[in-house]
Structures are given as structure tokens and as C-alpha cells.
């Protein structure tokens, strides 16, 4: 058997010793704590990029289902559902505009110059006829200003009032139905064969399609020009 030199039995023996009467500074359990804390922390930071990419595109954000405090308490419910005044009466351009427009005073007072002519709610409107200043209504429904959207295309291809902006006739103050955002909006620009309905429905409340509607739909895509392969073009919507 070869022989260890004595140095080297030395050494080994010497770093034994010196092992020995060095505390340990980590526990047991330090690597498993580690893993937890390094997993934790991915764990958080992908959560908290999903919340920042979701919360944004949410409801509760883009205010779905909350109406606006407005100049006058405006209810279509009232209007639409329980007088039957057609959305075009007071959105006028919306079957030749890209914006489907608000209503003049005149337009009111068309009516509330003989009915609820003295009405506390109503005060908003007579002080605007009397000053000439237009009612400052807040916009439910809209879009960034780097998005282009056309009311009267789509109106004129089939798209109902109640696809984007929901029942009204139901609304006693109008509250947003849909978040309106780039998602939503491609969900029926890739699809729009199932939200199509003859345009002279466009404007019905409640419209409940025949029983042959998947056909009508088809025919409706060729009749009104409709051409989905290119409905989802960034210049479609980004002018």
C-alpha cells in the first residue's frame, strides 16, 4: 500500500477541524424556503401581468352597466319603450353618418313645450332654448379617438341598434351594455353572419329572427356587399 505523505494527512485533518467548529448559517429547511420564495415571487409577477392585461378590458373598468350622471335624467325606457319614439327622431344621422348624433333643444321642445312644461327636471332644456347653448349630454358610448367607427355602415348592413348599445327601451338612464372594446368589436367583424338582420329590423326592439334566419343571413352577406375576409384589416378601423 503506497504511503500519504504526512502533509497531506495534515491538511485533511485540519480542514476536519476547522469544519467542525464552524456554526451553520443556514437551517434545514433554507433550500425549501428558497424554492418558495422564488417560486412565489414568479407566481405574483404573473398574476399581476394578468390582472394588468385583463382589468383594463374588464366590465367593472369600461364601466358596463353604470349610467352617467347626466344634465337631465333622459329616460328611454320612458321614450322608447312606453311612447314608442323611433332612435331616429332624435339620432338622425345615424343612417347617413359616421355619428348617429344627439338632439337638438328644438327637437325636445318639439314636445316639452306643451307637456311637463313647467317640470323641475326639465329646467336644463328651457334654460338651453332660452340661451342658445346645447345640453352638455355625457357620451355612454364611445370609442378612443384613434378608432374610426361609422354608425351608418352599419346600420346599412344589417347591424341593430340593440347589437351594440344593448335595450334601451329598458334603460331608465342609459348605461353602456357592451365594454365596445378592440376584442368585442373583432368578435363580429371575424363573424358578422350572426348579428346580421334584414336593415329595415335594424331599429325594433326585442327582434326575434324567423325560423329560416341562418338563410337570410347568408343571402344578407352577398345582398349588402359584405366582405368579412377583410373586415379585420388594421385600416378597416385605424385611420
Known amino acids: 500500500m503506497a504511503k500519504v505523505p504526512l502533509g497531506v494527512v495534515n491538511s485533511e485533518v485540519a480542514f476536519s477541524r476547522i469544519g467542525e467548529?464552524?456554526?451553520?448559517?443556514?437551517?434545514?429547511?433554507a433550500n425549501g424556503v428558497a424554492r418558495f420564495v422564488i417560486w412565489g415571487s414568479c407566481?405574483?409577477?404573473?398574476?399581476?401581468?394578468?390582472?394588468?392585461?385583463?382589468?383594463?378590458?374588464?366590465?367593472?373598468v369600461m364601466g358596463v352597466g353604470e349610467p352617467l350622471a347626466q344634465?337631465?335624467?333622459?329616460?328611454?325606457?320612458h321614450h322608447v319603450g312606453q311612447l314608442g319614439i323611433d332612435c331616429r327622431y332624435c339620432h338622425n344621422g345615424v343612417e347617413t353618418s359616421s355619428s348617429a348624433g344627439l338632439p337638438a333643444t328644438e327637437?325636445?321642445?318639439?314636445?316639452?313645450?306643451?307637456?311637463?312644461?313647467n317640470?323641475?327636471?326639465?329646467?336644463?332644456?328651457?334654460?338651453?332654448?332660452?340661451n342658445g347653448k346645447p345640453i352638455e349630454w355625457q357620451r355612454v358610448n364611445s370609442v378612443p379617438d384613434f378608432v374610426f367607427f361609422n354608425h351608418a355602415i352599419h346600420i346599412n348592413k344589417g347591424v341593430a341598434c340593440e347589437t351594440c348599445h344593448g335595450?334601451?327601451?329598458?334603460?331608465?338612464?342609459?348605461r353602456r351594455a357592451h365594454t365596445l372594446?378592440?376584442?368585442?368589436?373583432?368578435?363580429?367583424?371575424?363573424?358578422?353572419q350572426s348579428n346580421l338582420r334584414p336593415p329595415q329590423d335594424v331599429f325594433l326592439m326585442h327582434w326575434q329572427p324567423p325560423e329560416d334566419i341562418a338563410d337570410i343571413r347568408r343571402k344578407l352577406i352577398g345582398m349588402l356587399d359584405i366582405h368579412p375576409e377583410t373586415m379585420t384589416d388594421c385600416y378597416v378601423c385605424h385611420r
Request: glycine content about 4%; charged content about 15%; aromatic content about 6%.
Open 107 to 117: 327637437v325636445c321642445m318639439t314636445c316639452h313645450s306643451q307637456l311637463f312644461t
Open 181 to 192: 372594446s378592440m376584442e368585442w368589436c373583432l368578435g363580429c367583424h371575424r363573424n358578422p
Open 119 to 130: 317640470a323641475d327636471m326639465l329646467a336644463p332644456v328651457r334654460a338651453s332654448l332660452a
Open 71 to 77: 344634465p337631465v335624467p333622459f329616460s328611454h325606457k
Open 43 to 60: 407566481a405574483v409577477l404573473l398574476i399581476a401581468a394578468a390582472i394588468g392585461i385583463i382589468l383594463p378590458r374588464s366590465d367593472l
Open 21 to 29: 467548529g464552524m456554526p451553520q448559517i443556514f437551517s434545514k429547511n
Open 167 to 174: 335595450e334601451v327601451d329598458e334603460m331608465p338612464l342609459t
